[in-house]
């Protein structure tokens, strides 16, 4: 009864974690879509801004949409980093469930194993008791029979040694 209750238990509790994981790998992507989207943006942002490069001001603007495109892909690494990691934990849950599987199937087989040897020992007493029925039905009425044979000739040679 307690191996249900702890198979039960860490079954859920894998499926809850899956669950949460699959979640978070599904926001993790969005974002970095958008993140990626935005980057673009800012990419041909940054191009129109150096064809007009002609002032002070716009070279400034410049050095901050490149500072703000360094942020970005650090944001992207992070969010690649955070995928992967997902992942990870995603294929360590999955292994964690074959494993759970794996040792079900070993219990059962122990069990079946444990079954198939009692069945191999109910069949042999049942071969012994056939033999002993055998032994009892075959071999007594011939020791009968013998005997039967013995005293009549016992009794031939008394009424031999009669006459």
């Known amino acids: ?25 599904t926001t993790a992507t969005i974002t970095y879509t958008t993140t990626t989207t935005i980057l673009l943006l800012l990419l ?16 400034y603007l410049t050095l901050l949409l490149l500072l703000l495109l360094l942020l970005l892909l650090l944001l992207l690494l992070l969010l690649l980093l955070l995928l992967l990691l997902l992942l990870l934990l995603l294929l360590l849950l999955l292994l964690l469930l074959l494993l759970l599987l794996l040792l079900l199937l070993l219990l059962l087989l122990l069990l079946l194993l444990l079954l198939l040897l009692l069945l191999l020992l109910l069949l042999l007493l049942l071969l ?18 013998l005997l039967l044979i013995l005293l009549l000739l016992l009794h031939l040679l008394l009424q031999l040694l009669v006459l």
């Open 128 to 145: 012994l008791l056939l033999l002993l029925l055998l032994v009892v039905l075959l071999i007594f009425p011939l020791l009968l029979a």
């Open 44 to 59: 041909l942002l940054l191009l129109l801004l150096l064809l007009l490069q002609q002032q002070l001001l716009l070279l």
């Open 1 to 25: 009864m307690s191996t249900t209750t702890t198979t039960t238990t860490t079954t859920s509790i894998t499926t809850t974690s899956t669950a949460s994981t699959t979640s978070t790998a």
